[in-house]
């Protein structure tokens, strides 16, 4: 999954280094990421995993990292499979 | 016709007193002169808080460049709050059918063609490039003071949110330290002022009013790092107190967009401090009455009147 987020990042957030030197913890707002990128990069991972991520989600520091989203992503998962 | 039963608001007793005056759309209005006696007092109030700092007087009119508009980015934000000057640009049978489809009542803006104007929806939007063209910042940074019409699509019954109004800007560029230094100073001078005026208010952290899904992850961005705060005064409800200053940090935004760079060759940092005109003039109307006269004596003379 953390490859998938990765290639998600690189599409849909303009980063001046690019993500070749981002860890799974990195802070993407540290890397450049803006407010605009992080609205970005919502939008797009809720295209690439169809889910949507509810309000209290929306935040900054859900987006901050590969780590965070992809907790995030799980906990959406696990939610839907609950029912 | 209003049931009898029905209580007359805050707007009502405005046009029933004619400080404002009804235009048939809903947040469009007249001012009378006392309205606007009041207003003046307090514009030469906020320039004695603020002139000291000895501002760059500038003013715009009530419009903008479309292309300095777009560069913005106004419209990824507020699309919704957007106004545009559309105009005829046909020819003469392109003026007969026009005339013909007003008679017959039907939509005759279809064949309008957008101008290269639009409403300012801030003050300070024009003010950017103009900024950047003079080159790279003094050491100093700059201050600009600016105040203009300003326009924002969102029809109301609310006298405080009206759709064009006026807005008094400070607008700071400089270093990170340079413009939170100026909008820490005003957050206090904010207060002082409003004190002055014996209105009861509070200040607190707020974020723009940013559209859709999308916005509201903005809009918690912008609260988490803090770079809103409002300073509130209740007019139309107690419980939601109305923004009449509101102190912002920009960050990089518009240095980045208009190409704005400081003396140490970083790209600058904005703030500004707005004054919602029409706001601080209703909140004493409401909070003092109609009847100027009555206003407490060190009121009256803090604005002139």
């Known amino acids: 999954m953390n490859i998938q987020i990765r290639e998600i990042i690189a599409r849909a957030v303009e980063l001046p280094g ?3 030197d981002l860890v799974d913890t990195s802070d993407l707002y540290e890397a450049g990421m803006t407010s605009f990128g992080s609205v970005q990069l919502m939008l797009a991972l809720e295209e690439a995993f169809d889910v949507e991520f509810p309000e209290r989600m929306l935040n900054r520091r859900l987006f901050s990292s590969i780590a965070t989203i ?10 839907s499979v609950g029912g | 016709m209003l049931a009898k039963t029905e209580t007359a608001t805050f707007l009502d007793e405005l046009f029933d007193q004619g400080l404002l005056i009804e235009t048939g759309v809903d947040g469009l209005y007249g001012r009378s002169g006392l309205f606007e006696a009041i207003g003046d007092g307090f514009q030469n ?5 603020g002139g000291a700092d000895d501002p760059e007087v500038v003013r715009f009119p009530p419009a903008m460049s479309r292309q300095v508009f777009e560069k913005s980015g106004y419209m990824k934000s507020f699309p919704q709050l957007a106004g545009t000057v559309h105009c005829f640009c046909g020819n003469p049978a392109d003026h007969v059918s026009l005339l013909q489809t007003i008679e017959q009542g039907g939509d005759w803006t279809d064949g309008q063609k957008a101008s290269e104007i639009v409403l300012t929806p801030a003050a300070c939007y024009p003010l950017y490039p103009t900024a950047a063209k003079r080159g790279t910042l003094p050491a100093e940074g700059r201050l600009f003071d600016l105040m203009s019409y300003c326009f924002r699509h969102e029809p109301s019954k609310d006298p405080a949110r009206q ?7 400070f607008v700071r560029m400089g270093t990170p330290d340079q413009v939170t230094e100026f909008r820490a100073a005003w957050l206090e001078r904010g207060q002082a002022m409003i004190g002055e005026l014996g209105l009861p208010f509070m200040v607190d952290v707020a974020n723009d009013p940013f559209f859709g899904r999308a916005g509201k992850m903005l809009a918690v961005n912008q609260r988490d790092q803090r770079l809103k705060f409002e300073l509130l005064i209740a007019i139309e409800s107690e419980e939601k107190p109305t923004a009449c200053l509101s102190f912002n940090y920009h960050q990089d935004h518009f240095g980045k967009t208009f190409g704005l760079t400081t003396a140490g060759d970083e790209v600058a940092h904005t703030a500004c401090v707005g004054f919602g005109h029409e706001r601080v003039i209703l909140a004493l109307l409401k909070h003092y009455g109609t009847n100027v006269k009555r206003w407490p004596a060190s009121v009256r003379q803090s604005l002139g009147l």
Do not use: D, N, P
């Open chain 1, 70 to 79: 992809r907790a995030a992503l799980e906990e959406l998962r696990s939610e």
């Open chain 2, 163 to 169: 759709q064009f109004f006026r807005m008094r800007e």
């Open chain 2, 45 to 49: 109030l906020v320039t004695r808080y």
């Open chain 1, 18 to 20: 690019g993500v070749g």
